[in-house]
């Protein structure tokens, strides 16, 4: 039942375009016009900013053991996860997956308070991620590739679908003049600012939009807003624009968590967030009406059944040579595994249309 219910809500979560508001006739023209749309994953965010985590890393591994230590059940859990790595690392794709889905013997009587205990987990390892998404932010960035990638993305009125949490291309975006985070990302987000003030200056409407799949590190609920988030309750709220040092009483007004999906298995927290429901039918609307789709550092993980599901039906009319893929590989057997991957869900794609020089290469030959 577990696999069927799961199915059921990837297909709700993208044919939702039939019940969610409709665009109006401005915005439909608008989005016939963006014919090409990229779609980044996590090795784009990686290229461009080295520090940034990937799925399996070090999350500060050392100090949420510390966190757990006296938690018989969760150090044994994240003892046994880092185990089965060399270095100690953490797949947080499968450690969230265990801790946001219990197991029946979890609430025995045996396993004592393994449910509460988990719960204290899950919420140290989301804290542990987003600390490493913005300690990347302090790092180094190749700015003149992630602002090259923006201006293309202008010039060539190009739609982007993406995977990734992080704000790093949403600052780019913004800095070309032709998005904004109040329209841009496929739903009016107001500002966080407004939590306190009440301002006139509200930016013009977003030629772009930056649809994020799974949430965003910068999507913040108005205080008092628990999950699900109503749409309307959301904020931007980032530390590339300057309000949190001009008006650091902002975040007092802000829900701690930001609105995401965490990197679980199981997709059906996708419906449950009322604009994750809309992003989703926007991405699937923009894609089926694609002439041309690059894929970015997405690797296309087997586990992702939601990711799949959307390009296969998304996809389905349009020429394969008109999909490019986008990869870092240096050994012939990774750009294999790769290939069949994607030819698992678009099926017969032409080798030309894979290229594995890596995203930062890729970028640096736009014009």
């Known amino acids: 039942m577990g696999k069927e219910a799961d199915r059921a809500a990837i297909q709700f979560c993208i044919l939702m375009v039939s019940s969610e508001p409709s665009v109006d006739q401005e915005e439909t023209a608008q989005t016939s ?7 980044t994953g996590a090795g784009f965010t990686r290229a461009l900013v ?4 990937l799925l399996v890393d070090d999350f500060n591994n050392d100090a949420l053991e510390e966190r757990v230590r006296g938690l018989p059940n969760a150090s044994r859990l994240l003892e046994w996860e880092r185990d089965l790595h060399p270095r100690g690392h953490i797949d947080i794709e499968r450690l969230m997956t265990r801790l946001d889905s219990l197991m029946p013997y979890d609430y025995a009587e045996s396993a004592g308070n393994a449910a509460n205990e988990y719960g204290f987990l899950l919420s ?11 300690e990347a932010r302090r790092g180094n960035i190749h700015r003149e590739e992630l602002n090259r990638f923006a201006k293309f993305c202008k010039t ?8 990734n949490y992080d704000d790093f291309l949403d600052e780019a975006l913004a800095q070309t003049g032709s998005w904004n985070p109040y329209w841009g990302y496929g739903f009016f987000c107001q500002s966080s600012l407004d939590t306190i003030a009440s301002f006139d200056d509200l930016e013009a409407h977003s030629v ?23 749409i309307d309750s ?13 008006f650091p009483q902002v975040a007092g007004n802000l829900e701690p968590e930001p609105v995401m999906v965490p990197p679980v298995l199981s997709k059906s927290s996708l419906v449950e967030q009322p604009v994750l429901r809309l992003v989703w039918s926007h991405a699937f609307a ?16 087997p586990t992702d059944m939601a990711a799949k599901t959307l390009f296969s039906e998304s996809l389905e009319d349009i ?12 050994e012939d057997s990774a750009a294999e595994v790769i290939r069949r991957r994607y030819r698992s869900v678009l099926g017969d794609m032409p080798d030309e249309q894979f290229h594995f020089e890596g995203a930062l290469n890729w970028i640096r030959g736009l014009s």
């Open 156 to 163: 060539s009125s190009c739609c982007c679908v993406t995977f």
């Open 319 to 330: 020429p394969r040579e008109d999909i490019t893929v986008v990869n870092l590989s240096h």
């Open 234 to 246: 959301i904020t931007h709220h980032h530390e590339w624009s300057g309000a949190r040092l001009r």
């Open 286 to 301: 923009r894609l089926s009406m694609a002439h041309k789709v690059t894929f970015i550092g997405y690797s296309f993980p």
């Open 50 to 53: 080295p520090d940034a985590p």
């Open 33 to 39: 016009s963006q014919n090409h749309v990229m779609v």
């Open 124 to 134: 140290e390892l989301r804290r542990a991620f987003l600390e490493r998404l913005h």
């Open 208 to 230: 772009l939009q930056l649809l994020k799949l799974h949430g965003s590190i910068n999507w913040r609920p108005k205080l008092g807003h628990s999950s699900p988030v109503a």
